[in-house]
């Protein structure tokens, strides 16, 4: 074998020196040192409408999984149901959970991927597993149809003889995939499993009880929030499903504007029973107004939900970084100004324009005083018997 040598040529030495200035350069241009300091960091803050995940710890069969428990577990979760415990995102490749283990968006971050790929299925709606495979030491599970179409690469094809006529092979309805995916990861090998041990690893994700649409979106709220609902009470910081959980529908909407800001109250209760008027922001509620026949009406404006929905999910680190109101109250900002806090604009010396069909009105010219002579260039009065000198000639004498 022979030895590379490590001798380095005058011409080699110079394109190297050269190539390390070029990057030395191109690193002091590109990033000064004077700019680290105007750098601030922009970060997402974990939503506060998801209820904290929290791991399971089911006992697992030491023992592999058998052709017979496999056909039993497709029978017992093919078409079962149940109410999502937190919202799923689209796309793939979907959601992974590990058995009594984290949960994770594939390499991503579980609330990020929610705003980059968009939500499958919200807090509490109810959930169809559609499909059910075996893949190693994993399950993959399918919501609501899937992420992907069922036949993703058949539907380009088509077949025919004639050149201007094919028919397609599968047939595309056209309608994009609103379902998730989940992927249940074990260590080593899918153990020998039962459908209600399946169901009870998959409980942070998916609930399999019996129970009404109410009683599961409010499992997943804090304490607090849930016994307002199931009391049915609203509170000041709800939102619209919340108040409609709690209240049901209205019976009279009205939108109005407080100024700048624009709101839609909705009306429960006629004379002489209570009425209340709950007055909304966007989605968030802002005011509540409880009114009772000959006394005086009570206004609750403070948010009493203790911040759990926040009006900006997204948090800015910087200098001057603003903070939210109390109540949440949100409308159109003013425009912007160059004036500082205080400062009148000046009065504007600007003559109106004119348009050039509008006739314009000669100004007069000033009057001299009494015994002095007008001042202004003098104009040459021409001599008697000669003729007056012709524009052109006057500006040649100039």
Known sequence: MRERSSHVGPIQSAVRSGARAAVLLFAATAFPVASVSQ????????????????PTHVVLDPRPLTPAVREQLVRGLMAEQGFAMRPLPLGTPGLTLHANGDLAFGKDDYYDSLVRKGISVKTGERVSITNVKFEGKTIVFDFNGGPERKHK?????????????????????????????????????IPDVSAEDVQ???????????????????????????????????LVGMNRKMVTYALGAPENKVREKDGQMPYEEWIYGSTPKPVQFVRF????CIRIETALYGRTPT???????????SPHPIHTISEGDAVASSNGERGPA??????????????????????????????????APSGHAPTGPATPTPAAGS??????????TK
């Open 299 to 309: 206004i609750r404006t403070e948010d009493e939900t203790d911040g759990y929905l």
């Open 200 to 234: 009870a690893l998959l409980a942070p994700v998916l609930d399999f009880r019996t129970k009404t649409p109410v009683e599961a979106y409010t499992a997943t709220l804090p304490p607090k929030l849930r016994d307002a609902i199931l009391n049915h009470q609203a």
């Open 334 to 367: 003013a425009a912007p100004s160059l004036r500082r806090p205080g400062e009148d604009l000046p009065q504007s010396s600007m003559q109106p324009v004119h348009n050039p069909t509008d006739p314009v009105k000669a100004s007069p010219l000033p009057t």
């Open 153 to 189: 690469f058949l539907r380009h094809l088509s077949i025919g003889g004639d050149p201007n006529y094919t028919a397609p092979v599968v047939q595309d309805d056209g309608v994009l995939p609103t379902g998730s995916r989940l992927t249940l990861v074990f260590d080593k090998f």
């Open 281 to 284: 922001n966007g989605d968030r």
């Open 39 to 54: 750098v601030f960091i922009v970060s997402r803050e974990k939503p506060k409408g998801i209820p904290d995940y929290k």
């Open 387 to 396: 003729t007056p000198a012709t524009p052109a000639q006057q500006l040649s």
